[in-house]
């Protein structure tokens, strides 16, 4: 296996000035579109841009557990949807799962001025620390009623909205069950 070296003093003032540019910058909507189109996530949280790479299988279990449940207690006109963009003044957020209400207008947009009843995130390696802080207040800031956050080892916590903070409503373990009634009634049994 070659090990790559990397020769510092070849980079120029001028190359070095861009690149910290391009990292420290401040990152804008409309900056979104010149993105490159991959598998990777694109948000913007507090002018920063976030890029996750495609979810691993283990996250993605974690998400159709939380679908099929939201799905399976959903009340007629109630939308549960996968990686649906929101905007959030210049942030640009997507959530693992958010649930949408009847009078939510259609989300037709890669990021969408709507205000879900319930996002969901599920943690990764790279994620949790902004799961934990930057996104749970940018949901608060706007008004997104409850939050859930699933660890990857099966702990899932219930935040509602309380004035302009969450508040951790429960915290279920694997192997405990409860009925949840924002946004609407559901009975959630972790594996």
């Known amino acids: 296996m070659t090990q790559r ?12 000035r ?7 910058r401040r990152w804008r909507p409309e900056d979104l579109s010149a993105l490159p189109r991959t598998d990777d996530r694109y948000e913007i949280l507090r002018g920063k841009l976030l890029v996750t790479k495609a979810a691993s299988e283990e996250h993605q279990s974690w998400c159709a557990w939380a679908h099929d449940a939201l799905r399976a ?24 799962l958010l649930v949408l209400s009847p009078e939510a207008p ?4 890669a990021y969408n001025l709507v205000t879900p009843a319930l996002v969901v995130e599920v943690e990764s390696d790279g994620t949790k620390g ?17 939050y859930w956050r699933i660890e990857r080892t099966g702990v899932l916590h219930v935040y509602r909205l309380q004035g302009s903070e969450y508040t951790e409503e429960r915290v279920l373990r694997p192997g405990e069950s409860a009925t949840l009634d924002w946004p609407f009634p559901v009975t959630v049994s972790m594996p």
Do not use: M, N
């Open 5 to 16: 070296v990397w020769d510092f003093d070849r980079i120029t003032p001028e190359a070095g």
């Open 18 to 24: 861009e690149a910290v540019a391009l990292i420290t």
């Open 73 to 96: 207690a959903a009340p007629h006109g109630w939308r549960v949807h996968w990686s649906l963009g929101i905007a959030i003044d210049d942030d640009r957020l997507i959530p693992d």
């Open 106 to 109: 259609g989300a037709h947009r």
């Open 130 to 146: 902004v799961d934990r802080t930057g996104k749970h207040e940018a949901y608060a800031f706007a008004g997104i009623r409850a």
